[in-house]
């Protein structure tokens, strides 16, 4: 699907582009890498050293990791409305996943990224953005114990989001306008 470029270099109706804009895929990979969630695009924890409780050890699925046919892509749905754009549902992810284990295999065949959302890393308003976000789910906000509680989440994503600029300046990937 990402070779394909639907909507871009192909209409989205065409065989391999199932009707998702090629840009939502970026999205998709930015938010989990951010967060670190293996589960939606390396079901199978390819990209990183998994932990032996995690359940991709347990079922095996490793095994998998050198077949491309065996690849599935779970948790992700389309609004009836705007069937080109991508839900995120169970988002999952590894908050205290260490800087050397990141799984990078989630940007794999990534290209280009959404600028605003690359802006927003690099401003340095990152963390107020979250705080604002977060407080917004008053059940997850106390339940993680207020802004005090949440810093070391944030402080992990404000990380990754540093680590991911830095990929997007070696590989040297395009920004797009966002609409």
Known sequence: MLKAGCGVKTGLNGEACVGVNHSEWSRLALFDFLLQVNDRLDRHCCGFKPEPSDLCVENRLQSKCGNTKDLQLVHILVRK???????????????????????????????????????????????????????????????????????????????????????????????????
């Open 81 to 179: 409305a705007d069937p080109s754009r991508l839900v995120f549902i169970d988002n999952a992810g590894r908050p205290l996943q260490p800087v050397d284990n990141l799984n990078y295999k989630l940007l794999q065949g990534i290209d280009q990224f959404p600028e605003r959302a690359v802006s927003v890393l690099q401003s340095g308003c990152l963390e107020s953005l979250l705080l604002r976000s977060l407080y917004t789910d008053r059940e997850f906000w106390d339940s993680h114990g207020g802004a005090g509680g949440l810093r070391t989440l944030i402080r992990a994503v404000k990380q990754r989001g540093q680590i991911l600029l830095q990929h997007i300046r070696d590989k040297q990937l395009a920004l797009y306008t966002d609409l």
